[in-house]
């Protein structure tokens, strides 16, 4: 019986089915309250970007070309900074890859803390497995260097070449990270923890949820948070909680905070996958759908032509195509003005409509100003 039901849900209209009786679970209505850290960032702290341009050594033959010259030029200069003078004609690189080396570090590490890099090969390297990374200076975007890289390269698969040419690949083996590979030398300057305001950066600016952030936070502490734009809140710290140990612990309450966050109506489809995701706002004005299919059925048949008995003639061997055209009946079903899209997903599954046909149909009634939400397609 679990088999014969999981067999029907995975038919196109099981699948509508199965979309209308979890959408049917859940009231629009009754929004879900979430924490102000999962919708929210304090901007209490600096963050910037850091590269580097490095050396990946040790690799078993994987390493870039001899065409690499960017790649024979480093590996040439770092041997005289070593005291060896080398012939760059003569330099051999495929054991080496030229790689670049991108982290972010915020303004709460402080000198001295060790964190984790990217490492991604730039020349024409087959793979980044087993290798090392050299001593790499890593510098914001002002050219200050902020920290320096090193150490063993994690990429989490590998790349094999067996004999004929054949290759057995896992995952992707031109980037990898070096954990805790990388230590600050020069920390960037903390905001300080005797600012009187901080501020919350919404990730999805919307002005309602930004005044239900506020209005949030004011209920429990007074009125000490100021919705300034669609994106940002204004949180002033009052006076008894400025102690560091108390205003640390305030900011953690008000990041605890929940909230009924607001969304803009929002239809979002996959062309390429025949994915549809639709946000809990999307309605539909009255309207009137028809749905049919043309299934048009091209046959070749064989017709061979025999000469007649003790002739000279040849056979003739030639194709005859039968054309059969099934014009399906329109199917119409009238959609009156619909908030739950539990109402949408049923009166789409009458008409029997695939996942395709649904994108095809969620575009005409844009096209027809009858679908009130934001249609994007990927």
Known sequence: MFTALVNRLATPTGAILLLSLILMLYSPAEGQKVRIKDICEFQDKQEVELIGYGLVIGLDGSGDGSGTQFTIQSLSNMMERMGLTVDADKVKVKNVAAVLVTARISSVLKEGTYFDVTVSSIGDAKSLQGGTLLMTPLSDGDGIVRAVAQGPVSIGGFNVSV???????NNYTLVGRVPGGAKIT??????????????LALRDPDFTTAHRIAERINIKYGMTAYAISSGSVRVVIPDSLMHPLERTEFISDVSQLSVVPDNPARVVINEKTGTIVAGEHVTIEPVAIAHGTITVNIQSVPVISQPQ????????YTQESRINVDDESARVVHLQRSVYLADIANALNKIGATPRDIIAIFQALK????????????
């Open 163 to 169: 004999d004929d040419g054949n290759r057995i690949v």
């Open 367 to 378: 096209q027809a100003g009858a679908l009130r939400s934001e249609l994007v397609i990927l």
């Open 186 to 199: 020069n920390g960037l300057e903390d905001p300080g923890e005797e600012e009187r305001e901080v501020y």
């Open 309 to 316: 008995p003790f002739s000279t003639g040849e056979t003739i």
